[in-house]
């Protein structure tokens, strides 16, 4: 039997807001609209994800006063952020809070460590090992800025290795704090001895021993400012 017309479940308005933003970002978080690209227009995005024209107006609001959307008159709304909380971190960061950013990231990265020695597959050693030869790569040119990202990239495996999307994800939210410790270690040219071998990092995940794991992952955040 059809039930009647009036008997049908329309979600409340905020319901309908909280949906969108979540689909916003999540298709943000996909890679469909990357950090720098413009995503679609209001109709495009009412045409896609059906809703109405006030819910994606609000959705979209709400990403921007999160700091993930930036709008820019006469040219679209455009990703800049994956997520909230990395402008709020890139606000806070300042040369005299450093060594929070060092705790912090130690904290994320030797539980990542650990968790990626039990939890690695063969995708993510492939990764490792692509990530950890641009590295070795990188530190042999001698280019600064391209050793910091590719630093910063091979850090950034480990922690998928570790398969925690929440961990995941606030990981991502220091990106900026992670890139400026590396870069402040380093400072305008790879010196040999501020070098760190992270083979043994990448051994002790590809061979399931979490203990080793962490504390590679550790010990050179320990006593250092930076990398």
Not at 5 to 19: A, K, T
Not at 20 to 45: A, C, D, H, K, Y
Not at 65 to 80: A, D, F, I, P
Not at 149 to 164: F, G, K, R, S
């Amino acid at each position: 039997m059809t039930p009647p017309v009036n008997s049908v479940s329309v979600p409340p308005r905020g319901h309908r807001v909280r949906q969108t933003i979540e689909q916003l970002r999540s298709r943000i978080l996909g890679g469909e609209w990357p950090v720098g690209g413009r995503i679609p227009t209001e109709p495009q995005l009412v045409a896609a994800l059906g809703v109405g024209r006030n819910t994606v107006r609000e959705a979209v609001r709400a990403l921007v006063h999160g700091g993930v959307l930036e709008c820019r008159q006469g040219s679209g709304t455009y990703v800049v952020s994956t997520d909230e909380l990395a402008p709020v971190v890139a606000r806070r960061l300042t040369d005299d809070r450093m060594t929070e950013v060092v705790e912090v990231r130690r904290a994320f990265e030797v539980e990542a460590a650990r968790l990626a020695a039990l939890r690695r597959t063969p995708e993510d050693l492939a990764a490792l090992d692509g990530a950890l030869a641009a590295r070795e790569a990188a530190w042999r040119a001698g280019r600064v800025g391209e050793f910091v990202e590719a630093d910063a990239a091979l850090h950034t495996a480990v922690v998928a290795a570790a398969h925690n999307a929440m961990l995941a994800e606030l990981y991502a939210s220091v990106g900026t704090a992670l890139r400026s410790t590396i870069t402040q270690a380093m400072g305008d040219a790879l010196k040999p001895e501020r070098y760190v071998d992270h083979t043994r990092l990448v051994d002790a995940i590809r061979n399931g021993d979490p203990g080793l794991a962490s504390r590679e992952a550790g010990a050179f955040l320990e006593h250092s400012p930076g990398e």
